[in-house]
């Protein structure tokens, strides 16, 4: 029993979080500055921080992440990080040649007030940012917000820093995919191509942080949007945004600086999300489902309707982020199965809370929702009252082993297992293995439990 001093009885705590179920702003502001191209992010803070960051995506990603740090020591943590700053846009520029510097802050240079644009001006005016070379910056302190935060604020400057109006509008659309696997990002975009629709996508991290083994390094993978492909962003007809937390401020910002008109949709996880977008991609280009897309869907109803008995009144439990729990609720509700536990450490507001409760209203007798809130709690709900089935990140495992409950990774981070990073969840596609994960850890308990009695070749 790893987590044996979880106890049943809950007490109010108001100044304590145990096992939060998120992580800091810097590391999503990492993976955004990851889709794109050419692009080395850079930790403005300390060594640990830096190393802390990238260990964790590259944990998670099973890949080498490459990102530079300032370094910060005694006395840049008192007098300020802007010599550090100076110097490392020199000597990474002069080393290793990218094509822009993503800057994000960390708790302590936020807590010092580096004044990054100004930095990044003086750096531009000593001439030490090179003819056709770009830096940007997102503020990401991590004692607010969480990894989403850093995330979206990322995605967000890419809009502030490159995109420029034009007129007249081109036939583009804008994706923005949200805080998701590079699998994913490639999914969203494969099913824009069926629409026959082009796309830009930002940020993109398919062929970064999923590409192949070629058998020769290179620093900058051949993945992600290009500056040139955020510049024309500006232009495009229409942006659709996949995730109100994460996605939407980015979306929003270019409707206010360019024009471009944006849909703020849920992930396209499940049946119903996915339907939505498809339906927003026809309407906004103006084009026709193709029949391929119908034999998608089509194909997930089928095994939807096929093995809904073994899913019907199943209580969950789901621990992740925000935008991903949201379309992940809508998907098991209408597999009529009961999320009666949800739990995000992403601070992400009333309104959203709203959504997931009217979401999940009439599921069950009681629902359980903590919207920012920790992994103990959420252990002590399922101490009072279990469930069939814990949906989350790596931290969930010690919940289902110490409960011995079934359980289906999902989310951020992924510590323990492969294969998220190339297969989806999102689009008909990936609610289809996302439905193959959820009944193999269902049935495989089913035949764990069953007598020999009961133990059946076909189910
Ligand atoms: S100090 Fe702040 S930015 Fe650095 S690792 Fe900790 S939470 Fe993240």
Redesign the pocket.
């Known amino acids: 029993m790893l987590l044996r001093h979880t106890t049943s009885e809950i007490k109010d705590r108001s100044a304590l979080m145990v096992n939060p179920a998120k992580t800091?702003?810097?590391i999503g502001a990492m993976y955004a500055a990851l889709g794109v191209h050419g692009c080395l992010p850079h930790s403005h803070?300390s060594q640990?921080?830096y190393a802390?960051?990238r260990s964790t995506l590259t944990r998670h990603f099973k890949e080498p992440v490459m990102a530079a740090t300032s370094a910060f020591t005694e006395g840049a943590s008192v007098f300020g990080g802007q010599a550090n700053l100076l110097q490392a846009i020199d000597n990474i520029f002069t080393v290793y040649e990218p094509e822009v510097i993503a800057v994000h802050t960390?708790?302590?240079s936020e807590t010092i007030g580096d004044d990054i644009p100004q930095i990044v001006n003086k750096a531009k005016a000593e001439g030490r940012i090179p003819e056709g070379k770009y830096v940007f910056h997102a503020n990401t302190p991590?004692y607010v917000g969480s990894h989403v935060t850093g995330f979206s604020s990322m995605t967000k400057a890419m809009v502030d820093y490159f995109a420029e109006s034009a007129a007249p509008k081109s036939k583009l659309v804008n994706l923005i995919p949200g805080f998701v696997e590079p699998a994913d990002m490639s999914e969203v975009r494969r099913i824009a191509s069926e629409l026959g629709i082009a796309s830009i996508m930002f940020p993109d991290t398919a062929r970064v942080l999923n590409g192949p083994m070629t058998g020769k390094y290179k620093m900058f993978p051949e993945g992600g949007v290009t500056i040139e492909q955020l510049k024309q962003s500006g232009g495009s007809m229409g942006t659709i945004a996949l995730g109100a937390i994460a996605s939407a401020p980015a979306g929003l910002a270019m409707d206010a600086k360019c024009k471009v008109p944006c849909q703020v949709l849920n992930l396209p996880i499940g049946l119903h999300d996915t339907d939505l977008f498809v339906d927003t991609l026809r309407r906004m280009a103006g084009v026709n489902v193709p029949e391929s897309i119908d034999l998608e869907r089509g194909q997930l109803v089928d095994a939807i309707s096929d093995w809904h008995s073994y899913l019907y009144g199943k209580r969950v439990g789901l621990v992740g982020d925000p935008d991903q729990l949201l379309a992940l609720a809508r998907f098991l509700t209408a597999l009529d199965m009961k999320p009666v536990y949800v739990v995000t450490g992403s601070p992400a507001g009333k309104k959203y809370e709203e959504a997931l409760r009217e979401t999940l209203s009439g599921v069950a007798d009681e629902i359980h929702i903590a919207v920012p809130g920790d992994m103990f709690l959420f252990h002590q709900w399922i101490k009072n009252q279990s469930v069939d089935l814990l949906m989350g990140n790596t931290y969930v495992k010690y919940i289902a082993r110490d409960e011995d409950i079934p359980y289906v990774r999902f989310g951020f981070p992924i510590l323990d297992r492969m294969g998220h990073s190339y297969f989806p969840s999102v689009g008909y596609r990936g609610a289809l293995r996302l439905l193959e994960k959820v009944l193999d850890a269902l049935l495989d308990r089913k035949e764990r439990d069953s007598t020999d009695v009961n133990f059946e070749l076909v189910l």
């Open positions: 800091c702003q810097p803070g640990g921080c802390y960051h960390t708790c302590l991590s």
